[in-house]
């Protein structure tokens, strides 16, 4: 939801997150962003956790190395 925010309007990805329930939803791009910026630290640090782990496939390893 928060990646789909920034998106085009009538882009599929905005399209799948309208079908969510509004909880789940962020009503514009700059508290998406609030809320990625606030979070970003506590991923990035689980992402890390499960490549360690082995748990993350290899696209999700070089995303997290990006």
Not at 36 to 56: F, I, K, M, T, Y
Request: charged share 25%.
């Amino acid at each position: 939801a928060c990646r789909a925010i920034a998106e085009p309007e009538g882009s599929t990805a905005r399209g799948k997150v309208a079908g969510l329930p509004r909880s789940l939803r962020f009503p514009n791009a700059e508290e998406a962003g609030a809320w990625l910026r606030v979070r970003q630290p506590a991923l990035l640090a689980s992402a890390r956790l499960a490549v360690a782990d082995g748990e993350l496939d290899t696209l999700a390893r070089r995303l997290v190395a990006a």
